[in-house]
């Protein structure tokens, strides 16, 4: 006994050497050693010992290792009965320890299967002993959790191995045993497997969804549980229109409960928030918005049980909510309760509505959310008529947020249907913009909705909406005494205004659908901003006057504007607006926006408006800007635009250091807004560009060397640190090395190294709009070069000196042009194997193949050929290689 003890500590301490040692001398002996013991004659009764008594899981480990060695030895086979007593030893050990380390489960799992396998022919007593799978497997899964998963992996490795060839046993024996296994076994083991899917399933829905039902109903103490829980259930829910099986998924008696335990405990928390004074989750609009979307889809699910707890529960706290305002004793928590309730029900309304895009969807649900619509448009009746006494703000947005899910949905889809629906939807809209002007979350949203209604698809609806006297209405009174969010006097923060472009954006489109060419009209829907213009004229005329009303003014003019200018992309409005502003070929407002920028160059939240409305106006979107061939519009237009810029940039450029996090928002933005100004005057087609130096009219030069001097104050870090900036930037120089590269040749030479450096970065940037803009300036220079050292080279008449200059640049600093192909050339050829440098060397050396000295259309083409087999032949030589992972995204 005492040697037994000995051998099996021996053979524990030769495990952990072998499994857990460092030293590479130790871990060699120990398994030398551990060979010798599988070959020995008592390996067979020292496994059992080592897996009776062995401490440590790795004696476990080697004692199944050894085991499979021997009953898959082909020579001196074990005899049957010591198999079939392995066979039993085996499923025993894993009945009675269900907690093993996986790695020895595995391992005897491994080895039952490797003799079950092998022994599949054998007989005793003609009973084949070792094709009883299915009694041997049945005993574990009716067990505990542990034993069932051992008895599926029993399943699942036995199918594996059975179906595994093995090379130390013939092909023919390996074909007869999977062939037999199939036709006596494999359709009960798959049978087996689907009814413990089925109780898996039953059993993970019916215990996910109680816990969610618990969830739901304490959600105070898991709030972040909700998002998770209701992200599952979208999913299943989203995955009911695909699912092909006849029996029932569960799905359809799960679902229900999940979204009637959702919406009674939004209810339920009314009363909880305000009696403990909890955070209301309805502060939180990205959260609910959030659970809404999650929810949409599961609550059309058996959307017919969704519907009738939604009519139930509306109308349960309609009434009520009715009963309170009616009653003179109500209190208001009372009342507050029952909003808070209604707000609830209203947004879920909404987003079951809004799901109906998920699932295809039937007469009869249509006519459920007409039942749905129907109640929140009575109960918006109720509150609009108390709205002069008193309103609830997160009642009101829940009524937006439903009429926008109503919008996407129903309106416009069939215009009689939705005509009526319209009315009411713009009557809503209109009364909020009356009362809740003082509100911006309501304004905006309220704003944003009249935007989305006015954008104008399908056209017959749009034009029945603006034939709605709501809507004639807005267009004839859009002032402070009608809407108060258009005030000034009420205005804290200039940003505050931001919702009035949003809101003349509208009004313009509708404007336009019935304006045509009737100059009256439009004259008299432009008073309000004629009057503004006025007054801030009048402001400005005098040496003193209130500042904080003149910067208002002015901002909510500007916004205004652009609103305006925006909507108008037809010709025909568009050149009634300009004609507004420059009668008689005066620009009456400009010198008030000039004024304004000189004054308050350093207050951003005034100069950005100025600046964007300018913008706007030089914009030739849809080539609504076309002047007559005798007009001197485009002209002036641009006058005032290079005045603009120069006023800015010259005074933006006095302020000094800015703080780093301070520096887009006080100089770089309003630089960046100028960028894209300049940009669109210069690839506008309404400015004859070459008539400024010869009339010696600096005009141009002006805006040019303003550009200039504002590139030259940024470092080249933040021309790519801020997206906006980048994008303005490298899109204004790409017109100006197309069609002013006589200025850019005009240049200091450290100026273009600046400008060549840029672009040099910019060819790496993210951003695509940029990387195409950089090479197409690029090609630009390089063209301009080109056709500057041919026209030398044929004996033409002297360059200009500026052409001089910048070719004499470019001689003296020709690593700026080829730098940037050097580089990409040697990382590429660098980056593969020394036998493949050569070859990589040659594809670079292919590019010019067949290529002329000349710029002819033709020429680029076989280029361009060139070029695209190039970049397959590299990236094919680098898919074929370990080398080159860097190189090849900036091949891509």
Known sequence: ??????????????????????????????????????????????????????????????????????????????????????????????????????????????????????????????????????????????????????????????????????????????????????????????????????????????????????????????????????????????????????????????????????????????????????????????LVQQQLDQLSTIGRCEYEKTCALLVQLFDQSAQTYQELLQSTNSSTIDITVQEGRLTWLVYIIGAVIGGRVSFASTDEQDAMDGELVCRVLQLMNLTDSRLAQAGNERLELAMLSFFEQFRKIYIGDQVQKSSKVSTVTTHTLITNLKYWGQCEPITSKTLQLLNDLSIGYPLPSVRKLVKLSAVQFMLNNHTSEHFSFLGVNNQSNLSDMRCRTTFYTALGRLLMVDLGEDEDQFEQFMLPLTAAFEAVAQMFSTNTFNEQEAKRTLVGLVRDLRGIAFAFNAKTSFMMLFDWMYPSLYPAYMPILQRAIELWYHVPACTTPVLKLMAELVHNRSQRLQFDVSSPNGILLFRETSKMITTYGNRILTIGEVPKDQVYSVKLKGVSVCFSMLKAVLSGNYVNFGVFRLYGDDALDNALQTFIKLLLSIPHSDLLDYPKLSQSFYSLLEVLTQDHMNFIASLEPHVVMYILSSISEGLTALDTMVCTGCCSSLDHIVTYLFKQLSRSTKKRPAAMATDDRFLHIMQQHPEMIQQYFADLRNSIVNSQPPEKQQAMHLCFENLMEGIERNLLTKNRDRFTQNLSVFRREVNDSMKNSSYGVNSNDMMS
């Open 1 to 286: 006994m005492a040697d037994h003890v000995q051998s099996l500590a021996q053979l524990e301490i030769l495990c952990k050497q072998l499994y857990e040692t460092t030293e590479t001398g130790v871990r060699l002996q120990a398994e030398k050693a551990l060979v010798e013991f599988t070959n020995s004659p008592d390996c067979l009764s020292k496994c059992q010992l080592l897996l009776e008594r062995g401490s440590s899981s790795y004696s476990q480990l080697l004692a199944a290792t050894c085991l499979s060695k021997l009953v898959s030895r082909t020579s001196n086979p074990l005899p049957l009965e010591h198999r079939i007593d392995i066979r039993n030893y085996v499923l025993n050990y894993l009945a009675t320890r269900p907690k093993l380390a996986e790695f020895v489960t595995q391992a005897l799992i491994q080895l039952y299967s490797r003799i079950t396998k092998l022994g599949w022919f054998d007989c005793q007593k003609d009973d084949y002993v070792f094709r009883n799978v299915i009694a041997d497997v049945t005993r574990f899964l009716q067990d505990s959790v542990e034993h069932c998963i051992i008895g599926v992996t029993i399943l699942s490795q036995l199918t594996n191995e059975i179906n595994q060839a093995d090379t130390s046993h013939p092909l023919t024996k390996h074909r007869k045993i999977a062939s037999s296994f199939r036709d006596s076994s494999l359709f009960d083991i798959f049978t087996l497997s689907c009814n413990l899917l089925k109780q898996v399933k039953r059993l993970s829905l019916l215990y996910v969804n109680l816990f969610i039902l618990c969830v739901f109903q304490h959600w105070e103490f898991a709030p972040n549980s909700v998002h998770y829980l209701l992200s599952l259930w979208q999913r299943l829910a989203a995955s009911v229109p695909y699912v092909k099986a006849t029996e029932p998924h569960l799905l359809e008696t799960y679902t229900p409960e999940v979204t009637k335990a959702y919406i009674t405990s939004r209810l339920e928390s009314v009363c909880i928030i305000l009696r403990d004074g909890l955070e209301d989750p309805l502060d939180d609009a990205g």
